[in-house]
């Protein structure tokens, strides 16, 4: 009667162990960033003239070329451990993003959802253009004092 309890219970908290597990992985907290800065970089230029068959005419003088170059926003989000530079995959139309204030992001591959919890709360897709550490690891220095002292 004993065993029969005892297995009971061990199938129950079995069962119960890896619901657990998988219910902490589905509510993570999403990470949190401050966005320090915005900078406009240039994201394309839209050029209009002449091509094709007009590239005959372009060769004889005949040349009209319109180009405007397009810049976008490129935003730069630190957490404690990565800085992030990112811009957005909607060029077309950015919204722009309160620079000083924080921020909840989801990465994924070199994709980030950045949402602003004190702005309009609406979540945006923005590519991950560069990562690099906020703290990098110190250098090794100098060799050890007993490599020095292996000479005669």
């Not at 139309?93 to 070199?110: M, Q, S, T, W, Y």
């Amino acid at each position: 009667m004993k065993f029969k309890s005892f297995f009971v219970l061990a199938a129950v908290v079995a069962a119960a162990v890896p619901a657990q597990a998988d219910k902490d992985k589905k509510n993570k907290e999403p990470d949190r960033a401050m966005l320090e800065k915005m900078d406009a970089v240039p994201c394309g230029a839209q050029q209009k003239g002449v091509t094709g068959l007009g590239s005959i005419w372009a060769s004889v003088g005949i040349t009209h070329m319109n180009s405007d170059e397009k810049l976008c926003p490129r935003y730069l989000l630190r957490t404690d451990e990565m800085e992030y530079e990112i811009q957005p995959k909607d060029k077309k139309h950015a919204a722009v993003l309160p620079v000083g204030k924080e921020v909840v992001f989801r990465i994924k591959n070199d994709h980030m959802t950045v949402r602003c919890p004190d702005g309009d709360k609406k979540s945006r897709d923005y590519e991950v253009v560069a990562m690099k550490p906020t703290n990098p690891e110190p250098d090794s220095g100098p060799q050890s004092s007993s490599a020095k002292n292996d000479r005669p």
